[in-house]
């Protein structure tokens, strides 16, 4: 039983997220995608809402589970008798970040690996940072996130701006 287990801040998830937990989930035997609980990282969207998104848009897929977790992502990867951490590489701009990760946690775990998949080359260029600024300036961003993620965004980004 081959689990794997992507976590990720997915504030909120894109088709590029999508499009690696759909690869992922035809290589492994099951998928945990994990939502991180970072409070030194402000994020648009709760916990709750980031993992809704998640759920609604891949569980349907029979081997993938979506949740949350707080602290140390291999810490996590143990206590779930897994041993695998997926990443996304969409360019070479991620590559030094993902790279030093990927060491740091080889060193803290050494029996946990890090596997990097790339997405479609339509997604490759997406980035949650981008999409919520593109709403911001009136953008229509249903092209890049699913339809319900792209309403969310809307009456966040609007709403805050009225608060
Ligand atoms: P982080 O976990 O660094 O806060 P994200 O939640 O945005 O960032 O991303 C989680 C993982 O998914 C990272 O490995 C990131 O490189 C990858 N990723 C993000 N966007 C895409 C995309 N468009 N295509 C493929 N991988 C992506």
Known sequence: MKKAIYPGSFDPVTYGHLDI???AATIFD???VAVAINRSKECLFSVKERVSFLKRAREPLANVTVTSFEGLA???VRDNHARIIIRGLRMISDFEYEFQMALT?????PDIETVFMMPHQDYSYLSSALIKEAVS????VKQFVPVYVAEALKNKILKNRKG
């Not at 300036?137 to 229509?140: K, M, T, V």
């Open 74 to 76: 291999v810490k996590y």
């Open 21 to 23: 937990i759909t690869r």
């Open 30 to 32: 099951e998928v945990i």
């Open 137 to 140: 300036l009136g953008a229509d």
């Open 105 to 109: 946690n080889r060193k803290l775990a």
